[in-house]
């Protein structure tokens, strides 16, 4: 299963620590994590599923290289409208905290009929709220596997 953690590119300490915990518990479920690549929330998750030796898949908006943490880069040249290979991509999607660039990923993925679970995220009908990374996880494998 592939499970997108999507959120901004700048963030506080606490969604960057919620980010790396849920990067490690999606490694730790055996699970890919996809996201777009770059850094805050998205470097965060990749980090805690590098610790996890999970797999990280970074869908970029141009031609960078992106985190140091991906393991599979994707340079898509694409901009923001990458953000709707990232959902298309995955089969769950775990939103921490972001900005209108997060919130146009929840409005496609709930468009696309994918859950979608939130930690300090934006408060919309749709998005299961989450106490904690490990609720969102826990949460999010099960809806990705239950997809399958």
């Known amino acids: 299963m592939q499970i997108a953690v999507i959120g ?19 490694a730790g479920n055996h699970e890919t994590l996809i996201c777009g690549g770059l850094g805050g929330v998205m470097e965060a998750a990749c980090r805690g599923a590098r610790k996890a030796s999970g797999r990280c898949v970074g ?8 985190n140091q ?3 599979v880069v994707i340079r898509t040249n694409l901009g923001i409208a990458r953000n709707a290979v990232i ?20 409005g496609m993925a709930l468009k696309l009929k994918k859950p979608v679970f939130g930690v300090c995220t934006w408060n ?20 990705a596997r239950l997809s399958h």
Do not use: H, K
Request: aromatic letters at 6%; glycine letters at 12%; hydrophobic letters at 45%.
């Open 69 to 71: 943490f991906l393991d």
């Open 124 to 143: 919309i009908p749709g998005v299961f709220r989450c106490q904690t990374p490990e609720e969102a996880v826990l949460m999010g494998v099960r809806a």
């Open 87 to 106: 959902i298309q991509s995955s089969d769950a999607v775990i939103a921490v905290g972001g900005a209108y660039g997060t919130l146009s990923e929840i």
């Open 8 to 26: 901004a590119s700048e963030c506080t300490p606490e969604e960057e620590a919620a980010a790396e915990t849920i990067g490690f518990l999606i």
């Open 59 to 66: 869908i970029l908006p141009g031609v960078e290289d992106g």
